[in-house]
């Protein structure tokens, strides 16, 4: 009889995932919410050329809710596009930060704080990155050759760097932000 009962509430737990939506309400909420604080992270920042917290944010929210934290980071692009206008320059951005989110998901969840260090410097590899990352596609957008392409990568180099530097510093913001915001998830309920 016992196993006739676990075989039934095992059927109705699989029944009860298979019905729940993939999103619920309250991650809806959180991750528009996240999406924007992003935005409005960058918006923020315009002041300081190449210098803003869209890295932190995107290792962060990575951290704490991994393939799902694809949502924000397409929220933050999709308000970008929608308020600064969908041009050439935007097409980079929708493959740009799913590079540093990938990267980020190869970490482990729980990284010990003696490792914390890892993060501003993904954050700042990043940074360094961004130009030749963003080469690709203006070089399909421009039909540059190889040599132009890597000229246009040599242009950009010292704005990289002040990216990196930037990006380098608020990646020491990661590791207290994670910690923050796993504590709010569990006083709110887990998102």
Excluded at 21 to 39: Q, T
Excluded at 69 to 76: D, E, T
Excluded at 116 to 129: D, N, R, S, T
Aim: net charge positive; with cysteine.
């Amino acid at each position: 009889m016992s196993r006739r009962l676990q075989e039934t509430r095992e059927g109705n737990s699989s029944k009860e995932r298979r019905n729940k939506p993939a999103l619920s309400v309250k991650e809806m909420a959180v991750f528009a919410m996240l999406g924007a604080i992003m935005y409005c992270s960058k918006i923020l920042m315009e002041w300081a050329p190449n210098i803003h917290l869209l890295g932190m944010f995107t290792m962060t929210f990575t951290i704490c809710y991994r393939v799902k934290a694809l949502i924000p980071i397409y929220i933050y692009v999709l308000l970008n596009g929608m308020f600064s206008g969908f041009a050439l320059w935007w097409i980079p951005y929708l493959y740009i930060w799913t590079v540093l989110w990938g990267v980020t998901m190869l970490l482990p969840k729980e990284l010990p704080a003696k490792f914390a260090w890892i993060y501003p410097i993904i954050c700042g590899l990043h940074g360094l990155a961004f130009g030749t990352l963003y080469a690709p596609a203006q070089a399909l957008m421009f039909h540059l050759n190889f040599k132009q392409t890597l000229a246009w990568i040599a242009a950009g180099f010292s704005f990289d760097c002040v990216h990196a530097a930037g990006n380098f510093a608020a990646g020491f913001l990661v590791y207290p932000l994670v910690k923050l915001l796993r504590r709010l998830n569990k006083t709110i309920g887990r998102v």
